[in-house]
């Protein structure tokens, strides 16, 4: 995928945010409506999650944890997912950001910033930490209004 011009890439990453944004729109109602899609090298969905804290009980049920599971069951590298990219509608908190480091994630494209919990450079920034070693390479703001606004419309309606 790094061959890819820029240009190119750039409408990939929006297509794929677009995916990312109808999978987020899946997430049980009590959650955060939060999706998450992992390509593989070749382009290929390997895996798809949403928030499911509420509904599975689960603090570590992030949308990119479900999504970085489903994916290491269908790629066959074992626990690594070299060379895969991790698309999100909403910026990586600190848990899910060492979990995307961990799984030797190649990329990471996001939506929202999340100035609150952001861990790849809204409140924090992990994967530029000294001694991080993998490298990550990172986009943010990928039609972030549209992110957004699936949040804004789920906020409002619980208040």
């Given at each position: 995928m790094g061959a890819l011009p820029r240009a190119l890439r750039d409408v990939e990453d929006e297509t794929r945010m677009r995916h990312a944004l109808e999978v987020a729109r899946r997430t049980p109602p009590d959650d955060i409506p939060v999706g998450a899609v992992i390509y593989g090298p070749?382009?290929?969905?390997?895996?798809?999650?949403?928030?499911?804290?509420?509904?599975?009980?689960?603090?570590?049920?992030?949308?990119?944890?479900?999504?970085i599971r489903a994916a290491v069951r269908t790629f066959g590298d074992g626990w690594r997912l070299t060379g895969c990219t991790l698309v999100v509608t909403l910026e990586p908190c600190t848990m899910c950001t060492g979990a995307i480091l961990a799984a030797r994630l190649a990329r990471v494209v996001f939506g929202a910033y999340e100035p609150k919990t952001g861990a790849c450079g809204s409140l924090i920034d992990v994967p530029h930490a000294p001694g991080q070693l993998h490298p990550l390479q990172l986009r943010g703001g990928v039609l972030a209004d549209d992110c957004a606004e699936l949040l804004t419309t789920f906020f409002s309606s619980k208040r």
């Amino acid at each position: 995928m790094g061959a890819l011009p820029r240009a190119l890439r750039d409408v990939e990453d929006e297509t794929r945010m677009r995916h990312a944004l109808e999978v987020a729109r899946r997430t049980p109602p009590d959650d955060i409506p939060v999706g998450a899609v992992i390509y593989g090298p070749d382009g290929a969905v390997l895996g798809e999650g949403v928030n499911r804290r509420e509904a599975d009980g689960d603090p570590t049920a992030h949308a990119e944890l479900v999504a970085i599971r489903a994916a290491v069951r269908t790629f066959g590298d074992g626990w690594r997912l070299t060379g895969c990219t991790l698309v999100v509608t909403l910026e990586p908190c600190t848990m899910c950001t060492g979990a995307i480091l961990a799984a030797r994630l190649a990329r990471v494209v996001f939506g929202a910033y999340e100035p609150k919990t952001g861990a790849c450079g809204s409140l924090i920034d992990v994967p530029h930490a000294p001694g991080q070693l993998h490298p990550l390479q990172l986009r943010g703001g990928v039609l972030a209004d549209d992110c957004a606004e699936l949040l804004t419309t789920f906020f409002s309606s619980k208040r």
